[in-house]
């Protein structure tokens, strides 16, 4: 039947809001696992997973190359790739694009907004790479990710994920405050609270020891308490 552009904007939009079909995503992985190792084509050339250890890395998978929310995206981590690499933090994406597709919306990107995406896209045409980490499916007939982001530790650790439909962007800022309380938490053996931000005061674990509930004048003084100074 022919489509006409009403009926296509209709379609794309009630694709977008149909947030039945698709089993959870993260589903496979969990935080602690070692993330899978792979091999694979990109735009900085074949690179594998495991020559990422010893930094921080953020592993993420967009839905598709030339969309609105995923061009938005790029722009803005690559605006603030400084601010990862202070973090001595790489970045890597990810999609079932071709490698020339890739490199076409990164010309496309440089031509438009006047930045270079200089981190490695990966290609994934096969999904192989994308199902060992949960983006997609075992059952998914929709051959696009949706984003995924895997906050990958110096040891290879997956130590924080978020799901995000295709339709919401990623917050910037936030990749980088869980990058920021993840390497907190590690330096200062802390916990960091709600909305923590960094430079704010970390807790410290709650006691084990039933003596100190007991002995505690405020109730809340043995499990609710400041860690000291920050590394
Ligand atoms: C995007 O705008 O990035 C997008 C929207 C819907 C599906 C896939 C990608």
Same mark, same amino acid.
């Given at each position: 039947?022919?489509?006409?552009?009403?009926?296509?904007?209709?379609?794309?939009?009630?694709?977008?809001?149909?947030?039945?079909?698709?089993?959870?995503?993260?589903?496979?992985?969990?935080?602690?696992?070692?993330?899978?190792?792979?091999?694979?084509?990109?735009?900085?050339?074949?690179? /594998?997973?495991?020559?990422? %250890?010893?930094?921080?890395? @953020?592993? +993420?998978?967009?839905?598709? &190359?030339? =969309?609105? $929310?995923?061009?938005?995206?790029?722009?803005?981590?690559?605006?603030?790739?400084?601010?990862?690499?202070?973090?001595?933090?790489?970045?890597?994406?990810?999609?079932?694009?071709?490698?020339?597709?890739?490199?076409?919306?990164? /010309?496309?990107?440089?031509? %438009?907004?006047?930045?270079? @995406?200089? +981190?490695?896209?990966?290609? &994934?045409? =096969?999904? $192989?790479?994308?199902?060992?980490?949960?983006?997609?499916?075992?059952?998914?007939?929709?051959?696009?990710?949706?984003?995924?982001?895997?906050?990958?530790?110096?040891?290879?650790?997956?130590?924080?994920?978020?799901?995000?439909?295709?339709?919401?962007?990623?917050?910037?800022?936030?990749?980088?405050?869980?990058?920021?309380?993840?390497?907190?938490?590690?330096?200062?053996?802390?916990?960091?609270?709600?909305?923590?931000?960094?430079?704010?005061?970390?807790?410290?674990?709650?006691?084990?020891?039933?003596?100190?509930?007991?002995?505690?004048?405020?109730?809340?003084?043995?499990?609710?308490?400041?860690?000291?100074?920050?590394?």
């Amino acid at each position: 039947m022919y489509m006409t552009c009403n009926d296509r904007v209709k379609c794309y939009t009630d694709a977008m809001n149909d947030h039945t079909h698709t089993p959870p995503p993260c589903a496979g992985l969990r935080i602690g696992d070692v993330a899978p190792d792979f091999e694979a084509r990109s735009t900085i050339g074949p690179i /594998r997973l495991s020559n990422f %250890r010893k930094r921080w890395l @953020v592993l +993420f998978s967009h839905p598709a &190359d030339f =969309t609105p $929310v995923c061009t938005t995206e790029f722009v803005a981590l690559a605006s603030e790739a400084a601010a990862f690499e202070k973090r001595d933090c790489a970045l890597m994406a990810l999609s079932v694009d071709s490698l020339f597709s890739h490199f076409a919306w990164l /010309r496309m990107i440089r031509d %438009r907004f006047g930045i270079e @995406v200089r +981190f490695p896209i990966v290609e &994934d045409p =096969t999904l $192989v790479i994308g199902r060992a980490f949960g983006m997609v499916s075992a059952q998914d007939s929709d051959s696009a990710t949706v984003r995924t982001t895997f906050f990958i530790d110096p040891r290879g650790v997956i130590r924080a994920m978020t799901c995000y439909p295709a339709n919401l962007g990623r917050s910037v800022p936030e990749m980088l405050r869980i990058l920021d309380g993840l390497q907190a938490i590690d330096a200062n053996a802390a916990l960091a609270p709600a909305n923590w931000q960094p430079g704010e005061p970390l807790l410290s674990p709650p006691t084990n020891d039933l003596d100190e509930v007991f002995a505690a004048e405020d109730p809340t003084s043995w499990f609710l308490r400041n860690s000291g100074e920050q590394r």
